[in-house]
């Protein structure tokens, strides 16, 4: 049957254990992460740049491939 106080100690204060030590392994592990995510996200920055670049100059060789060639 089920006790009026609710959760056995022993029970609850494992579960407030595992929640202690998921905050504090999740800190840990975000710390590790964002100096990564940093260095991943300025590295595709300047690949986006030099993308865009690359597109810029196609696109003008295809424009000028189309337009008709006069001479005079």
């Known amino acids: 049957m089920h006790r009026k106080g609710g959760c ?3 029970f609850k204060t494992a ?3 595992f929640l ?3 905050m504090f392994y999740g ?3 975000y710390d ?3 100096p990564r ?3 991943e996200r300025r590295v595709e920055e300047s690949e986006k ?3 865009e670049e690359q597109e810029k100059i196609a696109k003008a060789l295809a424009e000028g ?3 008709p060639i006069r001479m005079l």
């Open 8 to 10: 056995q100690p022993p």
């Open 15 to 17: 579960r407030w254990s």
């Open 20 to 22: 202690l030590i998921g």
């Open 27 to 29: 800190k840990q592990r």
């Open 32 to 34: 590790y992460l964002k």
């Open 37 to 39: 995510a940093e260095e």
């Open 49 to 51: 740049k030099i993308r």
């Open 65 to 67: 491939k189309s337009k």
